[in-house]
Structures are given as C-alpha cells and as structure tokens.
C-alpha cells in the first residue's frame, strides 16, 4: 500500500558542492510549500524562490521545482529544492522541511513509491540502484537499457506466450469433448520449443548483464613467494602490494578492482598456503581460504622453478574441484621462455611473468572466456540483472523443461497447464507483478537515502 505521508531527504551526496538538492514528495505539498516557499511554485517551472524557515526567516536561496500528481518521478507531487550545497544549510533546510510537516524518507523510499504508484516496474526500480552503483561505463550503460524497459518486455513477451498456451490447454480441460481441435493441431510442442529458445536467449543476456553489474571475483592463489603480488600489481598497475624475496610478505588479502573490456574484475590476493607456527600468517591463511570460498574464480600460481615434479601438489587439495581455474606458472623470464597458453582436458594452463608483464594479456583475454563472458560492443542487447532475476529465470526455464516433457495426453493436460502457471509466476516476479512485501523491503533497503 502506497503511503500517504509527505518524505523527503537530501538527494545530493554528503559534503560541500556547489548545489545541494532536497526532494519532497507526498499527495499534497500545497500546505509545505506555502510554508517553505511563502507559495505553490509554477509547474514544471524553475523559480528563483528563498527558503523559509516555520517561523518565516530565509534561511537559504536557491531553484524550486514542482511537479504535480502523477506526472512526476514517484507519481504524487514532488518538490525539489535546490540550494547551496553546504552541509549545514542542507540539514538545515531539511529540518525546516520535516518540521513543516513531513517525514525523514527512507532508503530508496521515492523510487518505492514510484514503483507502487505504477510508474515503473521492479527491474526498472533496480535498474536505478544498478546506474548508481555502475564501475564502469558499459555497465551503466546495460543499466540504463534496463531502466528504459529493454529487459521488462522481454520478460512481458514471454508471460503473454504463456498466458496464451495456458489459455489453449485449459479450454481443451474445460470442453475435451471439441472434437474439431486437439493438442498436435494447436502446436503446443512447437510454441514450447519457442518458449525454450526465447528464454535460453534472455538468460544469457541477463547473465552477461549480471557480469557487467556484478563483475568477476578472482583470488589469487599459491605458495609464498610465488609471485601473487607481483602479478596484482601487474594487472591493476599500480604497486598495490609489497613484493620482498621473503616468503610470507603478504600476511592478509588485498583487495583491487580492474576493468577488462568493460567487465569489473574484483582481484584478491591471498596470504601464501603453507605449513606455519606464526600466528599473524595462520590469520592471514584462514582468510586466504575464505577469499577462495567467496571468489567465481581462482589463479593459482606456482613459480615454474618450483613446479611440483609429480602429482602429489599440497596445495592443490585446497581448491574448490567445481570452480574455474587457471593455472599460472610464473617466473618465465627467468628461464628465458616465451608466454604460452595450453588448454588440457583438465584445465588452463598459461606461462608468464608477473614481474615483466609477459603473458599478461593472455591471462586478460583467458579469464573473460573462462567466466563465459562472450564480447558485446558497450553492453547492447545485455539486460541488467540481479542474483534474484536469475534465479526466477532458472526456476522458468525447470518449469518449462518440465512441459515439455509432459506426454500429450489427456490424462496429463492438468500436469501440463500446472507447470506453464508455476513458469509464468516465476517471470511474473522478476518484474514485480507478484512479489512478497518482505522481498520488496529487501530489495529497496539497498538504495542510498533520497532517491
């Protein structure tokens, strides 16, 4: 239910700037504008106005902005106050407003209420936070496809095929007798099949997407003085950890975000795995297998002087079987070898040298393909998407998979129309169509407070 209190909150970043901007909204600012303004500015009109305080002393000058129910961003009227962009006569002004009668808004309070008044939908909603949250600008750009409805009409698309094939099987239940039509004339195995393919298309663009958003977590791993560090530095440029010949240097993770081809990689390097007595490295050890647990990926150098001449590696049992892999054997200056990729049967195995950069750009180009990242000029055609929407599609593509292999009989048409409603539910959440109120709190308690 969409609330009925005036909020508003300070919608321009914390500290000093040139402006400052306080959003109001609510279903009538008559009353807090004469109060705040000494009057109901023009709509969609930019007036020079002072801010008042309730007892009518000027507190500040500046640009006020109104804009009438509905044709505004949350759907009620909104007032935008623009004025200097000091902390302190933004408090102020903010006071002011809330003691003329409104409400400190919560975080992503304004699009909440955009999203409840019909204005956009739930992607779109989290397309805001995800343009907010963008590291790169590819992935600000697949946001604001998203936010423009690129991926909500696909997904529209979709519920109304389903929608259509439900209504077919269920007026084959309701009247078995029509002889004149049956399931093989109407082609439900081929608008299946349709179904299948449209939904694998937009689950891979979501997960692209997610990558664009999410990016890649990668840990590197291996024995002290393998050349973690050397390699982190390599790859974000810049000497973001100590390099020393003694073993151990690096006693707790390190963490660095890079771009490859648009694409946030988040590097960690670890503390090195070995047998130790001293208790700042076994720290630094347990939170080197938290950081592989948590990571999509993991390097695992070896310095290639050092290689383990049989099978039986210590530290090979310490890396997760199911997560992808790259095996870097490092230090190939010292041995005058060339950079070379060898992909075997049981994983990628690339030569380099972390201290020269040799190889490096192998290790880039490898690490997008190994995460299933395939190239897409700024992000186009790729949907902004969460965790949660691909996790709605998975469960729709079970569901569909699950009509498909549903004999055409007619004993089995209820099992059939069943399987299209549980498939139409789960795309049906992910625009927000059907969803739970505590997933709603969940989702906007992540916006930053006045948007």
Known sequence: MVSTEIIAAIATPPGRG??????ISGKDLTTLAKVILGKLPKPRFASFSNFLDTEGHIVDQGIALYFPAPHSYTGEDVLELQGHGGPAVMNLLLANCLAAGARLAQPGEFTLRAYLNHKIDLVQAESVAAIIEASTNEAARCAMGSLQGNFSTKIHELVNALITLRMLIEATLDFPEDETENLDALGIDEKLVQIHQKLEQITLSAQQGNMLQEGIRIALVGAPNAGKSSLLNQLVQE??????????????????????????????????????HDIVEQKGIERTHAAIHS?????????????????????????PSGKPQITIFNKI??????????????????????????????LR??????????????GEGLFMARQRHLEALKLAQTHVTNAQSVTMRENQLEILAEELR???????????EFTADDLLGEIFSRFCIGK
């Open 18 to 23: 040139g402006i400052g901007v306080i959003r």
């Open 365 to 378: 180009e490898k690490i997008l393909d190994l995460a299933g990242w395939q190239f897409n000029h700024a």
């Open 295 to 319: 990571a999509n990926m993991v390097l695992y150098l070896i310095d290639i002087n050092q290689r383990p001449i049989n099978s039986a590696d210590p530290i090979q049992q310490f890396l």
């Open 333 to 362: 200056d010292l041995i005058h070898q060339q950079p070379e990729v060898n992909e075997l049967k049981n994983g990628l195995i690339i030569y380099l040298s972390a201290k020269t950069g040799a190889g490096i750009d192998l």
């Open 422 to 432: 549980l498939a139409q539910g789960a795309l049906s959440s992910i625009t927000g």
């Open 239 to 276: 000497e973001a950890a100590i390099v020393t010949d003694i073993p151990g240097t690096t006693r707790d993770s390190i963490q660095r975000t890079i771009s490859i081809a648009g694409i946030p990689i988040h590097i960690i390097d670890t503390a090195g795995l070995r047998e130790t």
